[in-house]
T-cell receptor, first 111, second 115 residues
Framework: GQSLEQPSEVTAVEGAIVQINCTYQ??????LSWYQQHDGGAPTFLSY????GLEETGRFSSFLSRSDSYGYLLLQELQMKDSASYFC????????????FGSGTKLNVKP | DSGVTQTPKHLITATGQRVTLRCSPR?????VYWYQQSLDQGLQFLIQ???????AKGNILERFSAQQFPDLHSELNLSSLELGDSALYFC??????????????FGEGSRLTVL
């Protein structure tokens, strides 16, 4: 089986930095993905880490530690439009056709 | 616009009924995934097809079934509907059999309300 754990909700102010954590347990592992979803909208892909370390894409960065089964999404210079839910996701090693999402972290950005 | 098209966008029906949700993947994508998202919940993986064949099953109920047709569009059939089936149903596609580099392209979803 597999499980992905994320905090349910995080609040931060505009201009700040916020980190959203994800710990996973899977039977085998290919990489960790992050998705953003605004209320009622379609999830959109943000980033992917296959190897340990930090990947940076503009204001967003994602980190992976395979030995700790842990990753995080870092959002810098927060803007009001970043208020959304953020999901981590994995393909388990027993069947790489599957793709599982965590329960999501709702980010509230306040002025 | 991801290029994935889902119809209908909204659907209201009664308990015990049957509905069909349709998904057209991005041009060239062979793999289709279906997810269910209940209110304020995560995305529950239901089923995946690749080039017309079922390749992976998640937490899909026996009352639900799906298929992928030769033109690569997919349909999700939900029968004997219950109140708890009310949810957003998302379809996503990707070019390969697996989710390469972790990227799936999602449609806008079909919102099902069961009364």
């Amino acid at each position: 089986g597999q499980s992905l754990e994320q905090p349910s909700e995080v609040t931060a102010v505009e201009g700040a930095i916020v980190q959203i954590n994800c710990t996973y347990q899977t039977s085998g592992f290919y990489g960790l993905s992050w998705y953003q979803q605004h209320d009622g909208g379609a999830p959109t892909f943000l980033s992917y880490n296959a190897l340990d370390g930090l990947e940076e894409t503009g204001r967003f960065s994602s980190f992976l530690s395979r030995s700790d089964s842990y990753g995080y999404l870092l959002l810098q210079e927060l803007q009001m439009k970043d208020s959304a839910s953020y999901f981590c996701a994995v393909s388990p090693g027993d069947n790489f056709n599957k793709f599982y999402f965590g329960s999501g972290t709702k980010l509230n950005v306040k002025p | 616009d991801s290029g994935v098209t889902q119809t209908p966008k909204h659907l209201i029906t009664a308990t015990g009924q049957r509905v069909t949700l349709r998904c057209s993947p991005r041009s060239g994508d062979l793999s289709v995934y279906w997810y269910q998202q209940s209110l304020d919940q995560g995305l529950q993986f239901l089923i995946q097809y690749y080039n017309g064949e079922e390749r992976a099953k998640g937490n899909i109920l026996e009352r639900f079934s799906a298929q992928q047709f030769p033109d690569l569009h997919s349909e999700l059939n939900l029968s004997s509907l219950e109140l708890g089936d009310s949810a957003l149903y998302f379809c996503a596609s990707t070019p390969r059999q697996e989710v390469a580099a972790g990227e799936l392209f999602f449609g806008e979803g079909s919102r099902l309300t069961v009364l």
